[in-house]
C-alpha cells in the first residue's frame, strides 16, 4: 500500500511538474464551461416560454441540466483519457527508468496500482471543474445532491475503466504518439459499439453491452445499477490485470 | 555474494549470454569487461532482476533472482547505462523518491539523501531540475541513487560512460572509495579503467566468458615469457641498433630481442626471456660494459588491452580469420 501511494505522488508531481495536467485542466475546463453555458442558456429559453404560455410542465434542473451534461462529460472524457495516459508507461520506457522502477523492491502491480490511481486522481480534478459550474446550481436553484453524486460516482468508474485500458496500451510501446492514438481509437470504439440498431441480432447486443457510454446511462439519471456498476469494475480489474502482465513480459524480452 | 551458474539469456534469434559461470566474493570490486554487445548490460540487467533468465541460476546474497526477486533487488543498487533520472525533477526529491521506492521513510531517509549527495559530490546541486543538470552531475545522481539504500551489492553499467578525463577520475575514486563496505560489479570496455579500480576482471565475449581472474594474474597468463623493456643510448649520440640486438641475443636465457622504436640518441628494445630466468642484471652489465648508456630498465607489463585483443580475438570464427588472411 505505502508503495503504491508512493508511485502514485510521484507520478501527480510528474503531472503537475510538466504542462500537461494545467493545459489538460484549461481545455477541460474551458470545454465543459461552454457546454453548461448553452445547456444552462436552453434551460433558461424553455422556462421563460414555459412561465409566458403559462404551461405548468415541471421543471426540473436535475434532469434538464445536470443529466444532460454529464452524459456529456462521459463522452469527452473519452477524449482526454489517451492524454493521461499516453505517457505512463511509454515515457519511462524510452528514458529507461523504467529499469529503476522494476529493479526496486516493489511488486509490479504496486506500480501498475500506483500509476493508475494518478491517473485517476487527475481525472478527478478534471471533474472538480464541473463541480465549480455546479455550486452555482446549487446557490440559485434546489437540485437533488444524491443524484449528482451517484453520477459522478458513475464518471469515475466508467474513466477508471478506460484509464486502465490505456495504462495497459501504454506499456506496449515507447512512443506516446502510438499510445496516446492507440487509446483514443479503442476509447471511441468502446463508445461508437453501442450505436449498433440490429435489435434482433444477438451479437448486437452483445456489441452494445461493450459500449462504456451506455452503461454510464443509469448513473447518470442518479441510478446506482449494480450491473452496469460490474462492468465497470471488471473493466478496471481486467485492465489492470493485463497491464501487469505486460509489465511482467517485459523481463522476458529485451 | 554473487554466484552465477550457466546463466543463459536467448532472444528470439540470438543468445546474447551463453552459459556464463563466475562468483563474486564479498567486498570484492570486479570488473565486466567485453566490446559492446557482448551481453554484459544483458547479464547486469538478470542479476538486477530486470530481466529473467531463460535458463540457468544467478543467486545475490544467497537470494535466487528468480525465486525472491524482492530479496535480491533490496539487497542492490543498480546504475544503468543511462542514469534513470526524471528531468522534471529536483535531486534531492528524485533521491526522496528513490529511497522510498527502496523501503526507507522518515529521519533514515533523510539521513541517506545527504549522505549519498555528498559522497557524490551533488550537494551543491541539491534543488536543481535533474534535466537541466550536465552529464557528469547526471553520473553522480545516478551513482548516489544506487547507493541511497546503502545496498551489499552494487552493479555499475558504464559509470564513467560520456564523462570528461577528470570526471571519469573522480568516479573511479568514488567507486574505491565504496568498494569497502559494498561488493561491486562494473561493466566497462574501456580497459585501463579495469587495470586501475578492480581486482577481478571478467571478460566476456559474444556472451561467453572468455577469461576470469585478477588483473595480475591475467596480465602475468596472456605471455608465458617474462619481458622488460630497455632504452639504450649510445656514448657518442649514435647508436647502431642491431649491434645492441645481436649483443643482448646472445645472453644467456634470452629468447628474444625486438627494437621498438628509435629515439633522439637510441633506441628502446623489448627482450623476452624464457619464464623463471632473471636476466635483468645481464643486460644492464651488458650495456654497461659495451660502453652505451643504460637509459631504462622496466618490466613490460603487457596492458590489458593487448590480453582482452589476444582473447577476442582467439573467439573469432576460424573461417573469419581465414577469409581475412586470403586477402591481400
Redo the contacts between chains.
Sequence with gaps: MRNILVICRKELGSYFASPIAYILLTLFGVIFGYFFWVVLGSFLNYSMEAQMSGSSYPMNLNEQIIRPLLSNVAVIGLFFIPLITMRLFAEEKRSGTIELLATSPIRDIEIVIGKWLAAVVLYAGLLLFTAINFTFLFRYGHPDWKPLAIAYLGLLLQAGGLLAVGTFISTLTKNQIIAGAVTFAVCLLLWIVGWVDYETAAWAHVLSYFSVVNHFESFARGVLDSKDAIFYVTVIFTGLFFTARSMESLRWRS | MINVKDLTKR?ARTT?VDHINFDVAKGQIVGFLGPNGAGKT?TM?ML?????PSSGTATVAGFDVLEQP??V??R?G?L???P??????ETA?YLR??G????LSGAELEKRVDYSCERCAITDVKKKLLGKLSKGYRQRVGLA?AIIHNPDVLILDEPTAGLDPKQINETRDLIKGLAGSHTIILSTHILPEVEQTCEQVIIINKGKVVATDSVRNLQARARGAESVVLEVAGRNGKLEPSAVQTKLQGLGGVSRVLCKQQVDSGAVFEVESEKGSLVRGDLARAVVESGWDLNELRPAAMSLEEIFLQLTKSEMPAEKAQAQGAQP
Excluded at chain 2, 522510498?100 to 523501503?103: A, H, N
Aim: hydrophobic share 30%; aromatic share 16%.
Design positions: 532472444y546474447a544483458t540487467r538486477t532482476c530486470f530481466l529473467s524482492l530479496e533487488k533490496r542492490i543498480y544503468p547505462e543511462t534513470p533520472l526524471y528531468p522534471e525533477m526529491e523518491f528513490v522510498q521506492l527502496k523501503g541513487q
